[in-house]
């Protein structure tokens, strides 16, 4: 069952038909912040009809015959398989060259495609670059007014192309400038359903963005200048979420950073003293960033376990990253989580860092040691994934260590966390490797990526499809020139190529 959360119009007089797509199954759609915020802020305009489809919807309300836009969700890599998928079928063909004026418009937005943008430009009319909320009920606006006025596919890209952040491949433009929104409502889930991945969960965005900018990280980087939710309009909307239901998640890339975050927790935890039943989480805290309040609110909130994100075991390679915090500070933060009445904590760690040793990797396996035995009966477990440069970050022009020395350092790790009778989870080298095919891609991937889709996209495909167009240890292995022109140069984003110049010289000379 759904409940929407805000006023909704059942009886719209117009002719416009959008879907609002996602490239994954219903139930991780209405957990996905993002997507049904858009689907919101779409629904709200009465210039258009708007349906939600997923990547198991078998019969839309709306025909397709009937549609004039499909705005897909673009959060992951490889969430290109699944919008090719769904546009196959309903007979969409999958090039936007191949599409007449009589097939819908196709366009999508996300991290993805605001951090790259180019593997994916001969597919879509056209991507939304940076903040979708405001960007996306404008285009649609235009999409309907100049259909009313009988306007052409190619008139309607044309004007759209007008919009900031707005990119239409086949228009040639030269810079496009990423969108940055404002954030004085606070964002918040639209619509709780008990079919929710996240059943009922009411996730409210308090910030958006971080200030630390560690070296690698997209979230950060993409998301510049970091902006905060106004806090009477997260208090009010935390009142909203708790009046429809039990459980709130606090969202943010780094949800302590927001000014009165100490007071958000308080209001939060007098609520759970009032009311026991209700439930409170935060996407993962940073080392540096945890107060005592926050941890008796999530203790108190029923949450068992909190997630940290250290990345590198030796204060060097943290320092590496821009990570700045120091052992001391990880020793205090864990005995303070098992202070204030929580059962585990995850802990978030990268291997292949560039410049990364052998010492490093003894490092994380000695701190680990050194966190079990100074926390005894607390259930510690480590997630390791592997380094995947990200454009638009200082660590875009660095390649990865190859498949086999990553597997090696994996394994070495494996190992020695067994012997140490702690539990870690590892990603997948070879996807990680793929992962940064497709972030580091340019516009030479389109047959590559229909190859890969046609072929059932698992491992194997990916492997025998990059045989027949390029070496794909050209895009994850090498180190990129500080010169050459990148693929992702056509989005104009702050702080701007050379400080991410600067700053690459400078963290990776850090000895
Ligand atoms: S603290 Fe976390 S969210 Fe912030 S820049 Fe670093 S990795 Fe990204």
Redesign the pocket.
């Known amino acids: 069952m759904e409940k929407i959360l805000y006023q909704k119009n059942y009886n719209k007089k117009t002719k416009c038909n959008i879907w609002c797509a996602f490239p994954a199954c219903k139930s991780f759609a209405l957990s996905s912040l993002g997507y049904l915020w858009i689907f919101k802020t779409l629904d709200e305009q009465e210039n258009i009809n708007v349906e939600r489809i997923y990547a198991d919807t078998k019969t839309p309300q709306i025909s397709i015959k009937d549609v004039d836009a499909i705005c897909f969700s673009f959060s992951f890599d490889m969430d290109f398989v699944s919008i090719f998928e769904m546009l196959e079928r309903f007979n969409i063909p999958l090039l936007s060259k191949n599409r007449n004026d009589d097939i819908p418009i196709i366009f999508a937005g996300g991290p993805v495609l605001t951090a790259n943008p180019m593997p994916y430009s001969n597919f879509f009319d056209f991507i939304v670059i940076g903040d979708g909320e405001d960007i996306n009920t404008q285009a649609v606006s235009t999409i309907s007014e100049m259909k009313e006025n009988g306007k052409s596919k190619n008139e309607i890209l044309t004007k759209l192309a007008e919009i900031e952040g707005i990119f239409v491949p086949t228009l040639n433009q030269k810079k496009i400038t990423k969108h940055t929104a404002k954030i004085d409502e606070c964002i918040y889930t639209p619509i709780l359903s008990d079919e929710a991945y996240f059943k009922d969960m009411f996730i409210i965005e308090s910030s958006r963005g ?5 070296n ?2 997209i ?2 980087y993409l998301n510049l200048p970091v902006r905060f939710a106004p806090y009477e309009n997260i208090i009010k909307t935390i009142e909203l979420g708790l009046e429809n239901t039990n459980k709130i998640a606090l969202l943010g ?2 949800v302590s950073i927001h000014p009165k975050f100490k007071q958000i927790c308080e209001f939060i935890y007098k609520k759970i003293q009032q009311k026991p039943e209700i439930e409170m989480s935060v996407s ?1 805290l ?1 080392i540096d960033g945890v107060d005592d309040i926050i941890l008796k609110t999530l203790a108190l909130g029923h949450q068992k376990h909190v997630t940290v ?1 250290i ?1 590198a075991g030796s204060e060097r390679l943290r320092k590496v990253i ?2 700045n915090v120091t052992e001391e500070q990880i020793f205090n933060t864990i005995a303070k989580i098992r202070q204030n009445g929580l059962k585990g904590v995850k802990i978030y760690a990268m291997i292949g860092i560039p410049t990364e040793t052998t010492e490093d990797l003894n490092e994380i396996i000695s701190l680990a040691n050194r966190l079990k035995q100074e926390n005894k009966g607390f259930d510690i477990s480590f997630a390791f994934s592997s380094f995947v440069p990200k454009p638009n970050t200082p660590l875009q022009w660095c390649g990865r260590f190859t498949t086999s020395e990553l597997e090696k350092r994996q394994q070495y790790l494996k190992k020695e966390f067994h012997k140490l009778g702690l539990k870690a989870g590892f990603s997948s080298i070879k996807w990680d490797y793929w992962q940064t095919v497709l972030s580091r891609g340019d516009e030479n991937f389109t047959e590559f990526l229909i190859d890969v889709y046609k072929n059932g996209a698992k491992l194997g495909a990916y492997k025998k499809a990059s045989k027949k167009y390029f070496n794909p240890d050209n895009y994850a292995l090498r180190n990129y020139n500080l010169d050459e022109k990148l693929p992702w140069d056509i989005i104009d984003l702050k702080p701007g190529k050379e400080i991410l110049k600067e700053r690459y010289l400078k963290y990776l000379n850090i000895n």
């Open positions: 971080c200030a630390n900018c560690c690698f990280c979230a950060s890339a780094q993962s940073r994100a990345e821009n990570k």
